[in-house]
């Protein structure tokens, strides 16, 4: 609880700019929302969304394609996070993947269950993890682009 009383934008009738958080997080951690936030958006048909979910998360950068969650950034006052949804299924293929950094597999151990989807937190620490984010929505992203 103490760690989410610390985003960047805390009133729910102040929706913050898209690109606001790249000036006010500090400057490394700016640097980590940009990457995370670009390279989310160059994935085809993905939509980015700033949306204030509630009292624990408040204003979040969601991030979709086709009405699927992908992920959620969260710009705070330490740096920022990020949080990636999987369903049984999802959770199931992207675990059989060979080579998950160590980050990936331990959001996914400590992951909460809601309504049939785990949602994976993890904290950018580095240029690393934001990559290893990405990188496991991608293949989300992927999984959700074949055929059924």
């Not at 606001?20 to 085809?44: H, I, M, S, T, W």
């Not at 969260?74 to 992207?94: N, R, W």
Request: charged share 25%.
């Amino acid at each position: 609880a103490g760690y989410w009383a610390t985003n960047l934008y805390l009133s729910p009738r102040q929706r913050p700019k898209v690109d606001q958080p790249v000036r006010d997080l500090p400057p490394r951690a700016a640097q980590r929302f940009k990457k995370a936030r670009e390279q989310l958006r160059a994935l085809r048909h993905v939509t980015e969304q700033v949306v204030y979910l509630g009292t624990t998360w408040k204003w979040v950068w969601m991030y979709e394609v086709g009405g699927r969650k992908l992920g959620y950034l969260h710009p705070m006052e330490s740096g920022v996070s990020g949080t990636f949804v999987l369903t049984d299924v999802e959770e199931q293929e992207i675990g059989a993947t060979n080579g998950l950094p160590r980050i990936i597999k331990q959001a996914m151990r400590d992951g909460t269950m809601s309504s049939g989807v785990r949602y994976c937190w993890m904290e950018f620490l580095d240029l690393g993890a934001v990559t290893a984010f990405v990188d496991v929505v991608r293949l989300k992203y992927q999984l959700l682009a074949r055929p059924e």
